[in-house]
Antibody
């Protein structure tokens, strides 16, 4: 059974960089049928797509976050990672990593457990 | 960006009720629409993809319909496990967006 395990700090200072990693088990991140990505949810609010990455390194980012976001993949470790720079309190949210299908099935079928990241000094 | 608007924002219903949630897109997305269910403290769960296709393992009381700019999620007979928040998501473009959510509460 595919599992996505998230890791990273739950507290980040304003203006610093938020970094999270998602480790995939029970499946290969090099699958040609899937994308991997990050979605966040501010406390009490809705879902916001951050970006997606293919195993080859092709990325797609939310235009509103594109200038601050980097998603990378490490196929040797079966991991992918999120970096969000210059964070403010508005970036406080639960961050989810997830697996996305491709083509007509480009939906989010498997999710990590979520990590609450608080931006505060 | 394509904006997704759900209605209502909150819905109060009883067990056994038929429930319908609407999602409208700011421009045509063909049928590239998914529905998710989220319970407090949990990750969302995929229910419906490509507007009307039921994800494997999802009860048949859930159904989706629509195309273009207007879509619906219907729960034919609300069960206690269905009280949750529901989100639509468009994936017509490589800049996907979610609706703001519809919370289904116990009446």
């Amino acid at each position: 059974q595919l599992q996505l395990q998230q890791s990273g700090p739950g507290l980040v200072k304003p203006s610093e960089t938020l970094s999270l990693t998602c480790t995939v088990s029970g499946g290969s991140i090099s699958s040609t049928s899937h994308y991997w990505g990050w979605i966040r949810q501010p406390p009490g609010k809705g879902l916001e797509w951050i970006g997606s990455i293919y195993y080859s390194g092709i990325t797609y980012y939310n235009p509103s976050l594109k200038s601050r976001v980097t998603i990378s993949v490490d196929t040797s470790k079966n991991q992918f990672s999120l970096s969000l720079s210059s964070v403010t309190a508005a970036d406080t949210a639960v961050y989810f990593c997830a697996r996305q299908g491709s083509g007509w099935y480009r939906v989010w079928g498997y999710w990590g457990q979520g990590t609450l990241v608080t931006v505060s000094s | 960006d394509i904006q997704m608007t759900q209605s209502p924002s909150t819905l109060s219903a009883s067990v056994g009720d038929r429930v319908t949630i609407t999602c409208r897109a700011s421009q045509s997305i063909s049928n590239w629409l998914a529905w998710y269910q989220q319970k407090p403290g949990k990750a969302p769960k995929l229910l419906i993809y490509k507007a009307s296709n039921l994800e494997s393992g999802v009860p048949s009381r859930f159904s989706g319909s629509g195309s273009g700019t207007e879509f619906t999620l219907t729960i034919s007979s609300l069960q206690p496990d269905d009280f949750a928040t529901y989100y639509c998501q468009q994936y017509n473009s490589y800049s996907e967006t979610f609706g703001q959510g519809t919370k289904v509460e116990i009446k």
